[in-house]
């Protein structure tokens, strides 16, 4: 068994797809239209054949309410890692990405934690 | 401040109070990350460190789970894993990753991986042939289980 793929909800797939790829700097890996939604995936073009995430969009209302209850308190529904947190934030900051916490250093790991334009708050971390 | 900035701080406070030591510990693992082709030893570390070698893997292993040295074989099988991707033989790339000796490698790559390299590389080889036709079930499977109301079905145009 292994993990192949993992998703964040978006309120919007173009905006998401848009956002993921333009400012994060993911690239497509797939897009099959599926009616109302598609199945859309996008890859880190350091490891295009490693786990795809999936902006999965949220046709079960009640993933509404829980998506908002972590945006709320800040909670990030997933995270990536970094290279060097600085340079990235740096970079997200200058493309207009909205950050709820600069940089921070914990023990060994630094993390920052930014808003995806699509109800999520997504956390970067340098290991 | 957040409800998730608070709680940060709180476990920072209580586990990682000591940032200056683990400034410290950073740097011998970037000398891992940077420079796993080489021949690294524990006294280097310790020493960019700027611990006593006993010190060091003890504050090392709590920083990071590991030793320095089972994360030195980390690294070098993970890159090892990417480099196997291509066709360079395996050879050439137990020394490249900074193995000096291949039946080392290639045990240690097993007990990680459960392959040896050679295999591991051809399973490569074959994954990547079949992985056009993948994605396709994988969504068949994910909308079946989450049961989303899709309009307008067109699962005759993705049948496999």
């Known amino acids: 068994m292994k993990i192949k793929i993992t998703s ?5 797939q173009d ?12 690239v497509k890996k797939t ?3 599926m009616g109302e939604y598609k199945w859309l995936t996008v890859v880190s073009p350091e490891a295009p054949d490693e786990v795809e995430l999936l902006l999965e969009p949220m046709g079960f209302a009640p993933a509404k309410v829980f998506q908002k209850a972590l945006f709320d308190a800040g909670i990030p529904l997933t995270a990536f890692n970094v290279d060097d947190i600085q340079k990235e934030f740096a970079r997200l900051e200058k493309l207009g990405v909205a950050f709820s916490m600069k940089p921070t250093t914990m023990g060994p790991a630094t993390i920052a934690v930014f808003n995806d334009t699509c109800g999520n708050n997504i956390q970067i971390v340098q290991v | 401040m957040t409800y998730y900035q608070q709680q940060f701080l709180k476990i920072k406070e209580d586990h990682f109070s000591k940032d200056y030591l683990y400034t410290r510990i950073i740097r011998a693992k970037l000398l891992i990350d940077n420079f796993y082709y080489k021949s690294i030893d ?9 611990f006593s070698k006993f010190h060091f893997m003890r504050i090392y292993k709590k920083a990071y789970g590991k030793t320095p040295h089972q994360y030195l074989i980390h690294v070098r099988i993970e890159k090892a ?5 291509s066709s360079a033989p395996v050879s050439t790339i137990c020394f490249w990753v900074g193995f000096d000796s291949s039946s080392s490698f290639t045990g240690l790559f097993k007990k990680t991986t459960g392959f040896t390299p050679s295999a591991f590389q051809n399973r490569q080889k074959k994954q990547k042939s079949v992985a056009a036709n993948m994605p396709i079930r994988w969504f068949l499977w994910y909308f079946a289980t989450k049961g989303l109301n899709i309009k307008n079905r067109n699962f005759e145009e993705v049948t496999i």
């Open chain 1, 15 to 26: 905006k998401a797809l848009k956002f993921y790829t333009e400012k994060l700097g993911f």
């Open chain 2, 81 to 85: 894993k990417l480099f196997l991707q």
């Open chain 1, 31 to 33: 897009e099959v239209p």
């Open chain 2, 42 to 50: 524990l006294d280097t570390l310790a020493e960019a460190a700027n």
């Open chain 1, 8 to 12: 964040v909800m978006v309120d919007d």
